[in-house]
């Protein structure tokens, strides 16, 4: 039997993978012929801005690369555009463009400029995709201006910014967030625009954009919305600023749209196919010529158009199926959609609908503002017909499942985001049918998973990924994965990677400090240079910095670059882009004197709000980056360090100075224990409190360490207390007699901590995690023979100690207070003349 000639127009995300699925159902009866706009095989969008920060080389997100056409006999045309489908000769024509060259067949330079291909055919796959949209504004196409879609366009925006300063990102959807993401890590000032009054506007609602923003901002991204573009201003041939329609500016040196997307549909225009807002398909994914179907961004189905990948995957398997004669009869009827985000540690889910829009509907909202957690639910005939679950998502892919499959929702609501669904008995992922999919980046169902599971004998997480692909997108599905593992073989095998203490080191902790140790590497950079072959990782920059400070205490080569905002200028960044300013308050005891000081700066810097905090401390917030030098300069008080994963404070009570019921001196004790350990950085932020008696005024008992006094002059300390998000009361460490001796075992369960804590782990995980008669062992007890160790250690530390705040005099680089200003119009030709 001749094979059917079969020509896919676009060799993106949706074009290859139709192919895949053609060929898993027909291998050898097509004669596939592609044509693809860019010089490469297919690769991942989604990992684009992995690219662009550099943690990923373009390789790397390669999911068929040029060998693979060639090993499954297909013929490609890369960087050859198909522009026209001659309908009555069954031909396509394609070309390689020039440069500023419309590809229509009535373009009579494109006619004459243009050597032509013909690929004749049976059947037609369109799946052009979409191209970036660019709102009305003047001057964009010069230089310093960039899309972001391509891998071209990643190597270009990455080589300009070596020569800039400050960049913007016109459009704070998902693609902006995610441009915004990689140019953080090329040392400019970045700045998102958002047309609309929030982020991700088309997933969040008010209150979560609200949020997103906040946490954004807390990343050093400034974030700008309710503005319209309407200018790019060039000064000597460069970028200078960006106009807005309400007469503002924002200075920049270049400028990035990612402003959302628009179907490609010129080649069904120019061929006379039915095209709408996209190129209009039934249900079989044929257009109006039964010979040529199309999928993917490019597609206009029921009059929607879908921007994500899970729509794709399933319009592609449904075209494979009535292509290749596997089921003919199959249907898309539509998808319901979900958004899962990870951007530098923002967790975000978005399922189906943001709003209420029926009086029936139950909503269903838990919120912790101050941790930068929203959850809301929106249930609709006992169904979820939508969520938003923001800084915290345990528990989303089970949700995910439920909105997919229709699933009933618990009596009990709160098992939505609590309970039942960490324990995952709503939803029993081996009930879960066949062709449930579990990774939507990747499009792979459940049996193609229970088959690499079974056949392939893939008993880790990662090595379903490199047989399937699950797992290896944003990365949210690996949980189901390892449950998947657990319910076909019983455990899931040892996954090393699963225990790196950063994403990017292949190395556990104890294995990464040695090997720092042994090559003596001082900085971020020496690090990724021995250890990860020179390729640096953003996601593991910052645990890096406070781990190689914590070995090198006074020889650690600090690279600012490896640092959040707050820790790059030592202050707290707030949602308007302004700073909170914290000074050291020991024990929560000042002076008249330091009083008036305070005050004075908060009048002369403007101060927005004077504040008292959980931590006996005062909070002058909304003080300008610029200001910061000048107002830790009248202030005459050291750092708080509020602002980074460090000691912070040690709350105390009023003590045996005045309180009838104090047994102990808590406001020296206090005071003792913030002199010595101020500045400590660790794998978490470490809050402390004394407290003069058991009545636990100052809450000591639900500190990372307590310290409090008992009769008899003894002092207790404890352990691995939480009063936050989570909460639980500290374990008893040891009792002991006098100051010296609680500043000694203070000491040392913090540098032991400091050695030992995963980043990011608090201590009360910590503590959990190593348990509380282990620590008494090696701490109390010595059984491992390091405490006179850990003890010089944390002295080491100590004497390391700098003020931070003493940069006000002497800045650590260029530029450390500057930055990026929001000012009005001027009229340069005015102000030049």
Known sequence: ???????????????????????????????????????????????LSNVLNQTQEPQEIFLNPLTWYQENNITLHAGIKAFKIDRQRKVVLGGQVPPGILPYANNEEFLNKVEFIEEPYDQVIIATGSRPFVPPMEGFGGEG?????????????????????????????????????????????VTVIEAAGQLMNAQ?????????????????????????????????????????????????????????????????????????????????????????????????HRGRLYGLVDPIWEQARVLADVISGANPNALYTGSKTGTKLKVMGVELISIGEKEPSLPSDEVVIYREPNHGIYKKLIIRDEKIHGAILLG?????????????????????????????????????????????????????????ITDAIVEGECLTVAAVGKKTKAGKGCGSCR?????????????????????????????????????????????VSAVFAELAGGREDLDSKVGLASL??????KEYEDERDARFINDRVHANIQKDGTFSVVPRIYGGVTSPEELMRIAQAAVKYQ???????????????????????????????????????????????????????????????AQEIERRFQGIESPHKMKLATAGCPRNCSEAYVKDIGAVAIEGGKWEIYVGGAAGSSVR??????????????????????????????????????????????????????SLGICAQLDERIQQAVDAYKDPWKEAEIPAYPHQFEGPRLVEVLNEAENNG
């Open 479 to 523: 949980g189901l994965i390892a449950q998947l593992i657990e319910s076909c073989v019983g455990k899931v095998s040892y996954d090393p990677s699963e225990h790196y203490y950063v994403p990017g080191i292949p190395l556990e902790k104890s294995q990464l400090v040695a090997e720092i140790k042994s090559r003596g590497l001082k900085s």
């Open 548 to 553: 190689l400070k914590t070995i090198w205490p």
């Open 145 to 189: 201006t960039f899309l972001f879609r391509t891998i071209d366009d990643c190597h270009a925006i990455a080589e300009y910014a070596q020569r800039c300063r400050k960049a913007a990102v016109i459009g704070g959807g998902l693609l902006g967030l995610e441009a915004a993401r990689g140019l953080l890590t090329h040392n400019v000032e």
């Open 392 to 448: 915290d998502i345990e528990g989303g892919d089970i949700l995910m499942q439920m909105f997919m499959r229709d699933e009933k929702v618990p009596a009990k609501r709160s098992e939505l985001f609590f309970g039942s669904v960490k324990s995952a008995v709503l939803v029993n992922i081996a009930d879960l049918p066949d062709n449930a999919q579990i990774c939507n980046c990747n499009g792979v169902c459940k049996k193609e």
């Open 1 to 47: 039997m001749d094979k059917k000639k079969l020509v896919v127009v676009g060799n993106g995300m949706a074009g290859a993978r139709v192919v895949e699925e053609i060929l898993k159902r027909a291998p050898g009866r097509f004669d596939i012929t592609m044509f693809g706009a860019e010089p490469y095989g297919n690769y991942n969008r989604i990992l």
């Open 607 to 669: 101060v927005k709000m004077v504040k008292i905090t959980g931590g006996q401390r005062i909070d002058l917030l909304g003080v300008k980056k610029e200001d910061l030098p000048a107002i830790w300069k009248d202030l005459g008080m050291p750092s708080g360090h509020a602002y980074t994963k460090a000691f912070r404070t040690c709350k105390s009570c009023v003590g045996t100075d005045f309180c009838r019921y104090g047994v102990g001196d808590s406001i020296r004790m």
């Open 204 to 300: 969040l609602d008010a209150e979560a954009g609200q949020l997103l923003r906040r946490t954004m901002e807390a990343m050093g991204i400034r974030v700008v919305t309710a503005a319209k573009t309407s200018k790019i201003n060039f000064q000597d041939g460069r970028i200078a600023s960006l106009s807005f329609a309400d007469g503002t500016l924002v200075e920049t040196d270049m400028v990035v749209v990612s402003a959302g997307i628009r179907p490609i549909t010129e080649i069904a225009q120019a061929s006379g196919i039915a095209v709408g807002k996209g190129i209009m398909c039934d249900d079989q994914m044929r257009t109006s010529d039964a010979d040529i179907f199309t999928l993917g961004e490019c597609t206009e």
């Open 729 to 782: 009361k500290g374990d008893l460490l040891c009792t002991v007699d006098t100051h010296e001796e609680v500043l000694k075992y203070i000491g040392r369960f913090m540098e032991y901590y400091r050695q030992h804590a995963k980043y990011l782990e608090r201590t009360y995980g910590f503590v959990e995690r190593v348990g509380i008669d282990m620590l008494k062992k090696i701490l109390i007890e010595d």
